[in-house]
């Protein structure tokens, strides 16, 4: 599932938390921020994915339930990680 989250949207995110396990897809710009954000509001990040870095790869998303994730994208180039992750199938 992709989902824009707006400022408004961030209570529906706290609430998917609560059924989802959390992946973020992020880049180095804001994977500190992003984690320290969501720590705040309490969100457990199941597991991260940066794009810049070896820290998990895309590829294993494909190993996942995609009933039981929900994907945080957070990247300066938000187009190109959609695209990556609309042609994985989510």
């Not at 820290?55 to 938000?78: H, R």
Request: charged letters at 25%; proline letters at 1%; one cysteine or more.
């Amino acid at each position: 599932m992709i989902r824009i989250i707006s400022d408004f949207g961030l209570w529906e995110l706290i609430e998917d938390a609560k059924r989802y396990r959390m992946i973020l897809y992020t880049d180095t710009t804001y994977e500190k921020p992003i984690k320290n954000l969501l720590r705040c509001i309490d969100v457990e990040i199941a597991h991260c994915i940066t794009t810049d870095t070896d820290t998990g790869s895309v590829y294993d998303l494909l190993y996942e339930d995609q009933n039981e994730i929900m994907i945080v994208v957070v990247c300066e180039n938000f187009y190109a990680a959609r695209m990556t992750l609309e042609g994985l199938g989510f």
